[in-house]
């Protein structure tokens, strides 16, 4: 669902694949319209979740969501990428929470013809499994109601984009996409699908992606809610990534299908931020029906409502708000993304909201003494060698600092450090390199500042460590 500039969607044969595979299905009842985000496993921990509780016609949560408008990202291909025709907006009549504990994204066709509709995405951009964990990502989605003609050019998705590709809208399909959920035309059917590499062709295939596809258990799509959901396991060697639509895997990719190139580019930035939305028409739509959607018959007003989206990771350890990449109880994964809120000890700091890309959160109101500690870092075998931070500074005139790495002791000699001025705003990011003394093992990390003056000088979003 994402934007490459001339993306053709699908096989159209898929369609009736996935119509003949409800035969011999296990029959699952859908629960009620207003349920809640569910109890967190035994053994899980919860990242991150949206209930879409809150008055009706209210927008989704801005500490959560950013609203894409328009027909596409500023300096990306047009249209999305993908051909559809909605303008995406945040009037309420397109986005909204519905009073009643979902979110309801609506495409609305006005009286000079155009459609307007309603995207999101999580501000977040770092979901991604720890090493040895499993990532589950959920929703619990009633596609729009409308089959048939009626139907045609409806396309609702669930779906993830690699963090690359925010700022950047030309590097899809490398950075990787898992579309958790599709639907097109109002038929009853879900399809779960792959891209990554490049485009076209490549090892998924693109501009088509590699998937698969099945229709919801019981009910339809479309008359009732059914739960999504999408598992990318670290824990098994060859990694495993694994589609499911209420409890059923129907689609799977492993990591030994891929080579290593493509698997790295796809797993091996920061991570996924989510997206819910509706479009209307567009290659995938026009081309599973063999003309363009949609056309005269296509009705307007038909909602996909979504009940909750929530993230949770496997393994123990309590998990915070805006965590690391890792759980703080178990450790981190040096390569990681590694969250500066979730330090395990700290002196002197503060934490605060971020409008840096992704969102969260970011530790402010750092100067000279100060320190963050991190417990059981994990380096692995193969030595780390560059240490590299995201910072931003509104000191004054004359005031900047060290960034120091140590590791046992907020004393102990630094085995790499950077200098950091203003940078515009305490607001304002880069991401800067240093150099360290070569890093195996496992070990107890501190971030310490150092300044000759007694000023803030600085605040730290994340860090991360690398051999290069």
Same mark, same amino acid.
């Given at each position: 669902?994402?934007?490459?500039?001339?993306?053709?969607?699908?096989?159209?044969?898929?369609?009736?694949?996935?119509?003949?595979?409800?035969?011999?299905?296990?029959?699952?009842?859908?629960?009620?319209?207003?349920?809640?985000?569910?109890?967190?496993?035994?053994?899980?921990?919860?990242?991150?979740?949206?209930?879409?509780?809150?008055?009706?016609?209210?927008?989704?949560?801005?500490?959560?969501?950013?609203?894409?408008?328009?027909?596409?990202?500023?300096?990306? +291909?047009?249209?999305?990428?993908?051909?559809?025709?909605? @303008?995406?907006?945040?009037?309420?009549?397109?986005?909204?929470?519905? &009073?009643?504990?979902?979110? !309801?994204?609506?495409?609305?066709?006005?009286?000079?013809?155009?459609?307007?509709?309603?995207? $999101?995405?999580?501000?977040?951009?770092?979901?991604?499994?720890?090493?040895?964990?499993?990532?589950? $990502?959920? &929703?619990?989605?009633?596609?729009? @109601?409308?089959?048939?003609?009626?139907?045609?050019?409806?396309? +609702?998705?669930?779906?993830?984009?690699?963090?690359?590709?925010?700022?950047?809208?030309?590097?899809?399909?490398?950075?990787?996409?898992?579309? $958790?959920?599709? @639907?097109? @035309?109002?038929?009853?059917?879900?399809?779960?699908?792959?891209?990554?590499?490049?485009?076209?062709?490549?090892?998924?295939?693109?501009?088509?992606?590699?998937?698969?596809?099945?229709?919801?258990?019981?009910?339809?799509?479309?008359?009732?809610?059914?739960?999504?959901?999408?598992?990318?396991?670290?824990?098994?060697?060859?990694?495993?990534?694994? /589609?499911?639509?209420?409890?059923?895997?129907?689609?799977?990719?492993?990591?030994?299908?891929?080579?290593?190139?493509?698997?790295?580019?796809?797993?091996?930035?920061?991570?996924?931020?989510?997206?819910?939305?509706?479009?209307?028409?567009?290659?995938?739509?026009?081309?599973?029906?063999?003309?363009?959607?949609?056309?005269?018959?296509?009705?307007?007003? !038909?909602?996909?409502?979504?009940?909750?989206?929530? #993230?949770?990771?496997?393994?123990?350890?309590?998990?915070?708000?805006?965590?690391?990449?890792?759980?703080?109880?178990?450790?981190?994964?040096?390569?990681?993304? $590694?969250?500066?809120?979730?330090?395990?000890?700290?002196?002197?700091?503060?934490?605060?909201? %971020?409008?840096?890309?992704?969102?969260?959160?970011?530790? &402010?109101?750092?100067?000279?003494?100060? /320190?963050? !500690?991190?417990?059981?870092? !994990?380096?692995?075998?193969?030595?780390?060698?560059?240490?590299?931070?995201?910072?931003?500074?509104?000191?004054?005139?004359?005031?900047?600092?060290? #960034?120091?790495?140590?590791?046992?002791?907020?004393?102990?000699? +630094?085995?790499?450090?950077?200098?950091?001025?203003?940078?515009?705003?305490?607001?304002?990011?880069?991401?800067? +390199?240093?150099?360290? %003394?070569?890093?195996?093992?496992?070990?107890? #990390?501190?971030? %310490?500042?150092?300044?000759?003056?007694?000023?803030?000088?600085?605040?730290?979003?994340?860090?991360?460590?690398?051999?290069?």
């Amino acid at each position: 669902m994402t934007s490459p500039p001339s993306r053709v969607r699908r096989r159209i044969a898929a369609a009736a694949v996935a119509l003949a595979a409800v035969g011999g299905l296990l029959v699952q009842v859908a629960t009620s319209a207003a349920a809640s985000v569910p109890a967190t496993p035994s053994g899980w921990s919860l990242v991150w979740a949206d209930d879409f509780n809150g008055s009706s016609g209210s927008l989704p949560s801005s500490s959560n969501w950013i609203i894409d408008t328009g027909h596409g990202y500023p300096g990306g +291909p047009g249209n999305w990428g993908t051909g559809e025709i909605q @303008n995406y907006t945040s009037n309420p009549a397109n986005l909204s929470l519905d &009073g009643s504990g979902n979110l !309801r994204i609506t495409p609305l066709r006005g009286s000079n013809g155009e459609w307007t509709s309603g995207r $999101i995405e999580t501000r977040r951009s770092d979901f991604k499994p720890a090493d040895g964990r499993i990532l589950r $990502i959920e &929703g619990r989605i009633q596609m729009p @109601n409308v089959t048939g003609d009626a139907a045609l050019g409806y396309w +609702p998705a669930f779906w993830a984009l690699g963090s690359p590709y925010r700022g950047n809208y030309w590097n899809w399909p490398a950075i990787g996409e898992f579309d $958790i959920m599709e @639907n097109v @035309n109002g038929l009853n059917t879900v399809w779960a699908v792959l891209h990554c590499g490049v485009n076209p062709g490549g090892p998924c295939n693109e501009t088509q992606g590699i998937g698969g596809s099945r229709a919801c258990p019981g009910s339809t799509c479309q008359s009732s809610f059914h739960t999504y959901r999408f598992e990318w396991d670290r824990s098994v060697s060859p990694n495993q990534l694994r /589609w499911y639509v209420d409890g059923q895997q129907f689609f799977s990719v492993s990591q030994s299908q891929l080579d290593a190139t493509t698997w790295n580019n796809m797993t091996g930035h920061a991570g996924y931020f989510l997206l819910l939305n509706v479009a209307m028409g567009g290659a995938f739509p026009n081309g599973v029906a063999g003309f363009g959607t949609p056309t005269a018959a296509t009705v307007s007003g !038909r909602p996909m409502l979504v009940d909750y989206v929530a #993230v949770w990771q496997s393994g123990t350890g309590t998990q915070p708000t805006d965590p690391p990449t890792d759980p703080p109880g178990d450790g981190f994964d040096a390569r990681s993304t $590694i969250q500066a809120e979730g330090y395990s000890a700290q002196s002197g700091t503060i934490t605060e909201t %971020t409008t840096d890309s992704g969102g969260g959160q970011n530790v &402010g109101a750092i100067r000279n003494g100060d /320190w963050l !500690r991190f417990d059981n870092v !994990r380096f692995g075998s193969t030595a780390a060698q560059q240490f590299k931070a995201r910072v931003a500074s509104g000191a004054g005139a004359g005031v900047s600092g060290l #960034v120091q790495v140590r590791l046992g002791s907020p004393t102990a000699p +630094p085995i790499g450090d950077f200098a950091i001025g203003n940078t515009g705003g305490w607001q304002s990011w880069r991401t800067v +390199p240093a150099n360290i %003394t070569p890093t195996t093992g496992t070990h107890t #990390v501190y971030l %310490t500042f150092s300044s000759g003056q007694p000023a803030d000088f600085v605040n730290v979003n994340w860090f991360t460590f690398s051999t290069t």
